[in-house]
């Protein structure tokens, strides 16, 4: 067991903490659930580049989402007619609102 190496994934990103303690063999999956954890991860990298992105504090990122969040009805729509691929609507959105407004 290489303490060193453990204690540097301690300070990195929690997705490079878990990749490097599945790696190491030091964390496991439960039998079957790999696709939820992956899906986790995805949504987690995304929520984390788009915080680095904006350069947006935890509370400022809240506030943002809040903001440009959408109904559940919305949501349902969107996801009965398949129509967006996983965070495909929020990239949009993105893109075409380019001069976010942050409120400390």
């Known amino acids: 067991f290489d303490h060193e190496m ?5 300070a990195m ?6 990749r490097f303690l599945l790696n190491e063999g030091l964390l496991k999956l439960p039998r079957g659930m790999a696709q939820t954890y992956q899906e986790m991860a995805v949504r987690g990298q995304y929520f984390a580049h788009l915080a680095e992105k904006l350069n947006l504090s935890p509370r ?9 969040a959408i109904s ?11 129509a967006y ?5 929020l990239e949009v ?7 976010i407004e942050v409120v400390a």
Do not use: V, W
Request: proline share 2%; aromatic share 10%; hydrophobic share 35%.
């Open 6 to 10: 453990y204690f540097a994934a301690q």
């Open 13 to 18: 990103a929690g997705l490079d903490t878990s």
């Open 60 to 68: 400022e990122m809240d506030r943002y989402l809040e903001k440009n």
């Open 72 to 82: 559940d009805a919305e949501h349902d729509r969107l996801i009965e007619c398949d």
């Open 85 to 89: 691929p996983l965070f495909a609507a």
């Open 93 to 99: 959105a993105e893109e075409q609102d380019s001069s």
